[in-house]
């Protein structure tokens, strides 16, 4: 239970609806506990009305058994009786009456019954969306790693199945429990003010109702926990089919992936039917224990009106019946309420796990909301994977001043990637510091930064959406002349063109129905429709053809005039002028010049223009 302590501050924000159903439920079970003691009234008067032409020994003790019981009924029935006595009517009338009214109070708890679920389950759907909207919110403040060490699906899992799961906590669990604590109370103090004796016998299998539910809810607790982790399994199996189905195909795995899935789901099933099975026993066995509770009253009020005891009549016989069948759905939903608060706990320990887990990125307490110019100062800085514990940059410097353009070139694996990663603070160095305009990297607003910044990842990603919005996502309205001009900037605009509906055409779930080069080209004119001040570009020309690359190159040098602009890359671009040209090796600068320097060095990069020009001319002939 004290996993769910974190959903206690939205219980204080919503906490008007939470009192009022508290309310409603409270006058609910008021108006519906009321029925038995007047239904205890018509059978007295009905065996009173048999007896009173007799007018024995038994008629008498009777009337004052009656007397005696009806003054500690509430003070709502007793209004009732006292003004059907005072009225001069007959027997059928009374009965007639005394059901109207039975009528009245099973509307007036219908009625209350109605608005407590307007006022708890209403506010379980706020909470499921407040819940869900801060799981996601803390998504995005997590940083690249978190990413990396776990998986898509059990991320959708937490937030979906998770959350609902806390949910019928919130709403049904909570609702039911209150009613359940109303009904209990309500009933057993009737029961008491009534005839304590017959009291204590009726609530006798009590004690080891709430044996059973300790035991039992221990277990349903260890299954929920069992069970939610394995629906992650199942969810993260059924995603990464789903996104590399392609993959799937062309291998001919489809076998193999469905092996995998129902390996999982067969875990699923067995765990969720071990729990189902625990349930169908422990269900049933409350009923058995409130039938035993009925049996009880029957034989032991019986006994007591045969033989004139306790002041028990016929009357407080039915009224005990009736108050044991009310307790029978309150006290074996004990056992369901426990289980939905369980699962909600194991649902809701998951989710803290996320929700604890402290970004590897933290917030500057002042960040500085800095206007770059687009000077670039890297200050020997190393960097370590923590996943891996590879070494990708070690002890690296540059100067990159505003409006120049730096290319930065080396084999895979060397450390290209991760330089532009630190940059734009998706890791922060392990040694070292980065510098923007003079101010530290770790100062700056981070927001404010990447709205400065372009840039064009590797691994291509694009949203399920129109051609339009994919290339307008940076901006905060869509402006359809900066999409038509960044697409041109990018070479792709005859192909847009060429679409069925053009810039409409919605392009699949990571641009499936694109081409690897026009994806790659459609992620360059949305980091251009920015007009940022700096642009990266991660070897982001690595699917287009020769002819394409040459239209993009130039439209970029145009672009890029007045731009700090850093192209990572493993092919020497000849096309645009570069102010310095980086290279590296195993995370080191191992070359550092101009292309002309480079080139009188005779060293890697050298080798890597002479090889690139002997394919170019081998193409060629």
Known sequence: MKHLKQINKYFWKYRKRFLLGFLFIICSNYFRILAPQLTGFVLDAVQIELLQQKESEEFKKLEKN?????????????????????????????????????????????????????????MSRHIEF??????????????????????????????????????????????????????????????????????????????????????????????????????????????????????????????????????????????????????????????????????????????????????????????????????????????????????????????????????????????IAHKVSGDIKFENVSFVYPNTGIKAVVDFQLNIKPGSKVAIIGHTGSGKTTIAQLLLRLYDPTEGRILIDGEPLKELDLSVLRRQISYVPQDVFLFSDTVAENIAFGLETTDMKRVHEAAAFASVEKEIDGFSEKYDTRIGERGVTLSGGQKQRISIARALAKDPQIVIFDDCLSAVDTKTEKDILSNLNRFLHDKTAIIITHRIFSLIEFDQIIVLDEGKIIERGTHQDLLAMDGYYRFLYEQQRQEKESSAS
């Open 130 to 367: 407040d819940q869900k909207n801060e799981v996601y919110q803390h998504y995005q403040l997590l940083d690249t790693n978190f990413y990396k060490q776990h998986s898509t699906g059990d991320l959708m899992n937490r937030i979906s199945e998770d959350v609902s799961r806390v949910r019928m906590y919130t709403g049904p669990a909570l609702m039911y429990f209150i009613n359940l604590a109303a009904t209990i109370g309500f009933s057993v103090y009737f029961m008491v003010s009534t005839q304590p004796m017959l009291t204590l016998y009726v609530l006798a299998p009590l004690p080891l109702l709430a044996i059973t539910i300790y035991y039992v809810n221990n277990i349903i607790h260890k299954k929920s926990e069992r069970i939610q982790a394995l629906l992650s399994d199942l969810t993260t199996n059924a995603q990464e089919s789903y996104s590399g189905i392609r993959v799937i195909k062309s291998f001919v795995q489809e076998k193999a992936m469905k092996f995998f899935f129902n390996k999982n789901s067969e875990d699923y099933k067995n765990n969720a039917l071990g729990l189902a099975k625990m349930e169908a026993i422990y269900f049933p066995s409350m009923s058995l224990l409130i039938g035993l509770s009925t049996l009880v009253t029957i034989m032991v009020g019986g006994l007591y009106a045969i033989r004139e005891e306790h002041g028990v009549t016929v009357g407080t016989i039915a009224e005990f019946v009736l108050y044991v069948n009310m307790l029978t759905f309150p006290v074996s939903a004990i056992g369901w309420t426990a289980s939905m608060i369980q699962r909600a706990a194991a649902s809701q320990k998951r989710i803290n796990e996320f929700l604890l887990t402290k970004p590897a990125i933290p917030v500057a307490e002042k960040p």
């Open 66 to 122: 009656v007397a005696v019981k009806e003054a500690r009924y509430d003070v709502l029935v007793k209004a009732v009786t006292d003004n059907i006595r005072s009225r001069q009517m007959g027997f059928g009338s009374k009965v007639l009456l005394c059901g109207i009214t039975l009528l009245g109070l099973a509307l007036l708890g219908g009625f209350f019954m109605f608005l407590m679920r307007q006022t708890i389950i209403v």
